[in-house]
Structures are given as structure tokens and as C-alpha cells.
């Protein structure tokens, strides 16, 4: 089998590892193996939470616009459906704006919403 020498790649690799893990707590941004499975831990969760972070603001967005239905007397699978009935595409995230910075606009929302049920 043929020697390896690894050279400048394997600082190079060292480096990088070593300049992701800055600001690390210990040995964590000082030493090569701890740094790497740090890095590649939040790595990870990183990757995780990327997704995590689209479910969490969904809930959000629905917990704000049924606070708001609720304040109009109506309730937020009721609003939904009456929003969709009527025509009106909003999403969650628009709907969630508009409910918690313009709510004589989000009151007239609910209103369609009623009248297309009815």
C-alpha cells in the first residue's frame, strides 16, 4: 500500500473545523476532535431546526389569528373556512399581520367570513 502524506490538506481541513468552532465554550473551539463533533453537532441541529422553525411559526400565526376571531366572537376553523368560502386567499402569516397590526381591517375579514357562511 502506498504511503499518504496529507500536507496542507489536513491543516487546511483542521482550519476550517477550527474557525467554524470559534466562539465554542472550551476546548470545544481549541482542540480538533472536540471541535469537530461540536461542529458537527450543531450541524445537525441546525439542519433540525430549520425545519422545526417553519411548524413553530405556523403555530404561532394560527394562535394569533384565533385570539383575534375570538376577540370578533367567531372561531379560527369557522374564520378559515368562511375566508375560503368567500373567495379571500390569504395565508396564516398575512392573516396573523394583519389581525395584530390592523384590526378594524381583520374585524371586516371576519365579517365576509360570516356573511359567506351564512
Known amino acids: 500500500m502506498p504511503r499518504?502524506?496529507?500536507g496542507h490538506k489536513r491543516v487546511e481541513r483542521r482550519k476550517r473545523i477550527l474557525k467554524e468552532a470559534k466562539g465554542y465554550w472550551g476546548t470545544k473551539s481549541?482542540?480538533?476532535?472536540?471541535a469537530k463533533e461540536a461542529v458537527d453537532k450543531a450541524r445537525g441541529y441546525a439542519y433540525r431546526d430549520r425545519r422545526t422553525r417553519k411548524r413553530?411559526?405556523?403555530v404561532l400565526w394560527i394562535v394569533r389569528i384565533s385570539a383575534a376571531a375570538k376577540e370578533n366572537e367567531f372561531s379560527y376553523s369557522r374564520l378559515m373556512n368562511g375566508l375560503r368560502k368567500a373567495g379571500i386567499d390569504l395565508n396564516r402569516k398575512v392573516l396573523a399581520e394583519v389581525a395584530a397590526t390592523d384590526p378594524s381591517a381583520f374585524t371586516q375579514l371576519?365579517?365576509?367570513?360570516k356573511n359567506a357562511l351564512s
Do not use: I, M
Not at 371576519?110 to 367570513?113: H, K, L, N
Open 110 to 113: 371576519v365579517q365576509r367570513a
Open 4 to 6: 499518504v502524506k496529507r
Open 56 to 58: 413553530d411559526f405556523r
Open 30 to 34: 481549541k482542540l480538533h476532535r472536540a
